[in-house]
Every structure is written in structure tokens, then in C-alpha cells.
DNA sequence: CTTTTTCCTTAACCCAGGTTAATAAATAGA
DNA sequence: TCTATTTATTAACCTGGGTTAAGGAAAAAG
């Protein structure tokens, strides 16, 4: 059987995760994988449905996000090359608590769970590309909620217009400014405020504004 | 060698997780731990330390906290029975962000870094136990974040006196009020809102307050 | 190209929560 | 026990974001 294109940046991941992957390994895993496209505004998931599958993104743009009463609240984002899906749903096999939509047209790497644990089953290292995935999905979270925790609003959005352009790119303001936490209204307000400073702050201490590096305090 | 009864608890959450786990392979993994006590208010892991140790809790209570410029920000609670660590900077071996406090007595089992890559390689299921961790903290996560998106922080404390009233009894209201992202002041306004409609609310719908149960719309 | 719809911005008003401060209650230390 | 420190409450004030509303820009539909 001749390698389907279609695979190809799935296995990459695989082998960035585990180098060691055996072809008959991959092989048994290309036999469960389906693809699957998305038509803009079509949900990959819905919220009360138990979430069958987790699915590798080849291209395109979902957004996830919590309906709560009659206002989307946008958890996250997935492009190519991520895995998307309510995860928790998947794992707990209880009915997700969100919607996942395609802001654009986008093709997936279905992977069911029944077939996964297949996998699991006969592929022992498969345990292994779980736990890093997982883990992975751990440190995301890790990282937003820190970031919620720690960074202003303000300071958010210029971190997303400095490190992912794409996101403004490809995704209306308002979504963004719900995924911030807040209105669209603020989130202009932000960007009006954040005009005004970067048109002054050129004067500011030229000498390193830089974070301090905190080192472990004492007791 | 004669089974330690300190070992006893993660033994039990172990098998809880792997039910085949063979006595070979706990041996294996008792080698690697250590025993550690930490007085009220020492820490387990300070800002800009390596986490090298995950610490299971035989009893005991911490508090996980950013340090917000001079301010403290909760995130979360560990007990007895519950794995601590920043699992964040552990697995990516970075410095961690937060501090980990012990606000009562603690004893944890230890388990190192280098111990624990040691017995991913020499017990390949001790990988399928890891996976299952880091999914059950990522569940974790996901809830948390579900909550405070979808839940008003009033209901949130009072989700909390229902349903986890150890932490009532055991944290002082300033925690558990960082812990919600407000101030002591704030939560004191919320438990007096609170107090105010309880005694009104037996007036409320006698048929069935119930939550809305959510299906799957239409897109 | 025009029309329609969606999206963004601005302004005015309101309010929940932050801030400050002062007091009371509870806990720990002596 | 009594004192000192920490923790909780309450009130007055202030601010930033929500809300509502309206106008304009941009994108999609025709």
C-alpha cells in the first residue's frame, strides 16, 4: 500500500513524538484513521453529543467554545497540525460541553475511540504517544491559565498580535475578545488603548524594561 | 522485604489505576520513592525552581499560588491521596511559575524525575499509568475552566460549601476567595448575598429548578 | 456594482468588584 | 490567662468592563 498524502503530516507528528514508530505500528493505526472535511460553519462538535473522536487537523481552523445562556464563550482555537476535539468528552465518554466549528473549510484525521483503543491494546508504545499528548494538552492548559492569572488584558492581546498574527489574521475580532474574557466593546477599547501607548511609549526606559527574573524566595 | 505501610495509599491508588500491576513491578517502583515531611507553611516548590519531584500526599494540605506583583493567586488545593507537583515545570524542565505551600503538616512520597524515567523504561505499563495521569489532570483542568466560564462566582462558593466543605473547614476565606479570582472583600459580600437568599429562596419554583438539560443544536 | 449582512468602533450610562480604611472576631503566642 | 497577630466583615469610594444604542466599515450576496 503506497503512503496516502493525506497521512502524511499525521505520521510526521507521530515520529516527532516517537522517533521509533515501526512501519507495521504505523500501518495499524492508517487502517483506523478516516478523513474527514468540514464545509466553514459546520461543528465537529456539539455540545451534549459524547465526543467519538479526536481528530488531527491537516488544514483549515476550528474554534471551540461553551454556550452559556445564549452567549458563546470561546475556549480555544485548533489549526493544522493540532489535534482537536473535546477531549475530556472523549476520555470521560460523557457528553461534551462544547461546540467545535470550522471558521473555514478544513480536513481532518479521524481517529474513533473504540479504534484508539485498539491501538492501545496492540501497540504498547501507542501508551507512550498517549501520555506525550497528553501531557502536552496538560501543559497547554498549564500555560493558559497562568497567563489568564498573570498577564494583563491588555498585555494578552498584544502577546496574540506579537506571537499569533495567524489568529488576527484569520479570525473576526469578536471571537478573539471572547476569547480574552471579554466584550468586543472592550476588546476595541484595548486596541485603542494600545494605539495610544505605542504611539508615546518609544520614550520609555530605553535601558531593558525587562521582567525580573524571579528566583525562589525565601520562606 | 515487608510491605511499608507509608506505601500503602499509592499502593492503592496504583492498582486503582492498573489493577494487573504485578509485585515486580511495585518493588520496582518503591525503590524510587522517598519519604518527605513538611511543616505548616514550608514549601514543596518554590518560583524559579526546577520541579524535580512528583509528591504523592499521605495526609497533609497544600496550596498552590502564583506570585501576581506582591499579590498571591491561588490555583489550586492538594490533599491527601492527591498527586502534587508543577506538573508543568516537571515534565518540560523549566523553572517553575508557582510556589507549593503546605498549610498543614504534610507527608508525601517522592518520586524524582530520573526515578520516574527509570521506571517508564523498565515497566512499559508504568507509561499506560502515566497516561492515565495526565489525562485525570487534564479532566481536572478542563473542569475548572468549564466552571469559571460557566459558572457565576456566587454559585461557584456555593459549589463549594456543598460539595468540597473540607475546604471550608481546612483554608482560610482569603485563599478560597483567590482561589475564586476575587478579593477577601469580594467573598465576603457573596457569602452575605448568599446568607440573604437562602432565607428567601424556599418561596423559589417548588417544581424542579432544574438546569436546562442541553442536546445538540442545530448549526 | 449595489445591496445586505456581518463586523467593528465610539459614546453614555450603570454596576460589580477592587481599593482603602476602620473595626471586630478569631487564632496563636506568651 | 492575656496580648498580639492574623483573618473576616462592613462601609464609602472609584474604576474598568458590561450594556445599550447608533453609525460606519468591511465583507458577502445578488
Redesign the pocket.
Known amino acids: 500500500m503506497e503512503p496516502s498524502p493525506q497521512f502524511e503530516r499525521i505520521r510526521a507528528y507521530y515520529l516527532s513524538l516517537l522517533p521509533a514508530l515501526t512501519s507495521d505500528a504505523w500501518e495499524l493505526c492508517t487502517d483506523h484513521f478516516t478523513i474527514r472535511t468540514l464545509k466553514k460553519g459546520e461543528f465537529l462538535q456539539k455540545q451534549g453529543v459524547v465526543a467519538n473522536h479526536v481528530s488531527f487537523l491537516n488544514y483549515g481552523l476550528l474554534r471551540m467554545y461553551h454556550l452559556v445562556d445564549g452567549r458563546e464563550k470561546v475556549s480555544e482555537f485548533f489549526k493544522e497540525g493540532d489535534y482537536a476535539a473535546d477531549y475530556r468528552s472523549f476520555l470521560m465518554r460523557e457528553p461534551a460541553t462544547t461546540f467545535v466549528q470550522a471558521l473555514e473549510d478544513t480536513e481532518v484525521v479521524d481517529l474513533s475511540f473504540d479504534d484508539l483503543q485498539v491501538i492501545y491494546k496492540q501497540i504498547p508504545e501507542a501508551n507512550y504517544i498517549g501520555r506525550l499528548i497528553a501531557e502536552e494538552l496538560f501543559k497547554d492548559m498549564c500555560r493558559r491559565t497562568t497567563t489568564q492569572v498573570t498577564v494583563s488584558?491588555d498585555d494578552q492581546y498584544a502577546a496574540i498580535v506579537r506571537d499569533k498574527p495567524w489568529l488576527i489574521q484569520r479570525v473576526?475580532?469578536?471571537m478573539i475578545a471572547s476569547y480574552l474574557?471579554?466584550?468586543?466593546?472592550?476588546?476595541?477599547?484595548?486596541?485603542?488603548r494600545a494605539g495610544k501607548r505605542s504611539r508615546k511609549i518609544p520614550l520609555r526606559p530605553v535601558t531593558a524594561p525587562v521582567a525580573e527574573i524571579v528566583t525562589a524566595a525565601q520562606p
Open positions: 488584558i473576526p475580532q469578536y474574557g471579554v466584550t468586543p466593546e472592550a476588546l476595541s477599547r484595548i486596541k485603542s
